[in-house]
């Protein structure tokens, strides 16, 4: 239920974004006329970057693509354009997966014509959908044991990438690697190895799996892998479904304790809470409109809609109970309205927020303070913010004078307008979500 102070409705989560001023959405378009983004995708400090500078990069879990291209080409084409209507700007698919929940989804090295599927699944996201990929190469498919099975195939992306550097977004060696057949310190130390056989031969960033609990030291320390991919907990535990906004935020420090600084400053959050995802699913559309804009805040570099219909794309195991995921994006209850909300954030956050000065919660040099937690991060003069815990009414001090535009997240428009002086209170309360862009 929202309420009401003053002539002001606010949030419980709220984010307050400087340096500059958008407006609405670009209308909706075809995203077949869209034009594919320019060059390769290279590292820039905390942010991902191609020709047009960097981007604060939103992808979507497509597992299934390969499978989709191969055996139901119109049903991948038609995820794939709901997926652009969101601002998509990459899809993250499983190179090989097999096995008992994959058998009517796998997607297998040695069919005879799969050089030619992974080509062309690449070649028609980004060509026609202006979408690029982020290979994982290995899904737990049992078509590719330990040993020479897995050199071939990194070799044959690395040969897949040649000509077509700017159409990928990363390689991931493996998804959730000691789960998916890298079990202990051999299958570390052939992660290890496989990474850095397909980075000698590709520029194309890369990235090496999501470790396990207290395990990124040993997966990404010193290795050379040009991004880490984290899977952040998406259970709600005791913080309510706010906890996993706050996750990125823990990157590095949660991660690094015995390996300071030697992690990748380039972080992917590569499989959040979202809509029919697993162990806990959330659809909301503020809170997963403010996990993109948190992810950026907090230094990461992209942020994954993770979501049921990109697992297995209506595979059995996904139809059956108790997880009956549906099999297209465009059937989830809420889903046009969550691509409307994330493609409103990608137009109104600043490109390369990652690379700004992120300030922890009651920073002395916070821009904005108050009586519930408030991530921020600064550049120059402008400021972006996020405040959870406003249910109820909460003071709010501004340190310098700002002009600030206060937006729904769940709907990207502009709900308010205001001026505060340097040292002014403010009371903010309501909306589960807003954010506030200004100017300081």
């Given at each position: 239920?929202?309420?009401?102070v ?17 407006g ?17 995708v290279?590292?820039?400090a ?8 960097p981007?604060n ?13 191969k ?7 038609r ?5 652009r ?21 796998e997607t297998?090295?040695?069919w ?6 992974i ?27 330990a ?8 070799d ?11 159409k ?11 789960s ?14 496989l990474?850095s ?5 590709t ?8 470790p396990?609990?207290g ?8 290795t ?29 420090s949660?991660?690094?304790?015995k390996?300071?600084?030697r ?15 697993s ?14 804009v ?9 942020y ?9 794309g ?10 009956r995921r ?5 059937e ?8 409307a909300?994330l ?13 700004w ?32 815990g ?6 709010m ?21 205001l001026t ?7 009371t ?13």
């Amino acid at each position: 239920m929202n309420t009401e102070v003053g002539p002001f409705r606010w949030a419980s989560l709220i984010v307050l974004i400087g340096i500059f001023e958008a407006g609405p959405a670009s209308p909706a378009q075809d995203p077949r006329d869209r034009q594919p983004p320019q060059g390769p995708v290279r590292a820039e400090a905390h942010a991902v970057a191609d020709a047009g500078g960097p981007f604060n990069a939103l992808g979507a879990t497509l597992f299934w693509g390969g499978w989709g291209y191969k055996f139901d080409r119109p049903r991948l084409e038609r995820n794939l354009a709901a997926l652009r209507s969101a601002g998509v700007d990459y899809v993250r698919v499983l190179g090989s997966v097999g096995g008992a929940s994959w058998g009517d989804r796998e997607t297998d090295p040695r069919w005879t014509d799969y050089d030619a599927v992974i080509a062309g699944l690449t070649d028609l996201a980004y060509d026609r959908y202006g979408m690029r990929v982020q290979w994982t190469l290995f899904g737990g498919s049992p078509s590719t044991p330990a040993g020479p099975s897995r050199d071939a195939l990194v070799d044959r992306f690395a040969k897949l990438a040649r000509g077509r550097e700017q159409k990928i977004f990363a390689f991931e060696i493996a998804n959730e690697a000691r789960s998916n057949g890298f079990p202990g310190p051999d299958g570390l130390a052939e992660l290890h190895r496989l990474g850095s056989r397909l980075n000698d031969q590709t520029s194309v960033m890369v990235a090496l799996s999501a470790p396990g609990t207290g395990a990124a030291c040993a997966t990404y320390a010193d290795t050379g892998a040009d991004a880490a991919t984290i899977h952040y907990e998406r259970s709600f535990g005791r913080e309510g479904p706010l906890g996993p906004l706050r996750l990125p935020w823990s990157y590095p420090s949660a991660y690094d304790s015995k390996c300071p600084g030697r992690l990748p400053a380039v972080v992917f959050n590569n499989e959040p809470i979202g809509p029919e995802s697993s162990v806990r699913s959330d659809a909301d559309i503020s809170r997963i409109a403010s996990g993109y804009v948190m992810t950026f805040l907090a230094n990461n570099a992209a942020y994954v809609l993770h979501a049921g219909p990109g697992i297995r794309g209506g595979g059995a195991a996904d139809l059956a109970p108790p997880l009956r995921r549906h099999a297209n994006f465009d059937e989830l209850p809420s889903f046009k309205e969550t691509a409307a909300a994330l493609a409103a954030a990608r137009s109104y956050l600043p490109a390369g927020l990652a690379n700004w000065t992120r300030q922890e919660p009651r920073a002395a040099m916070a821009p904005i303070q108050g009586d519930a937690e408030v991530y921020a991060a600064t550049s120059g003069t402008g400021f972006v913010a996020l405040l959870l815990g406003a249910e109820k009414p909460v003071t709010m001090h501004a340190r310098t004078g700002a002009t600030i535009e206060v937006r729904d997240p769940g709907t990207g428009k502009i709900v308010r307008q205001l001026t505060v002086k340097a040292g002014e209170t403010f009371t903010l309360s309501g909306y589960e979500a807003l954010v506030l862009i200004g100017r300081a």
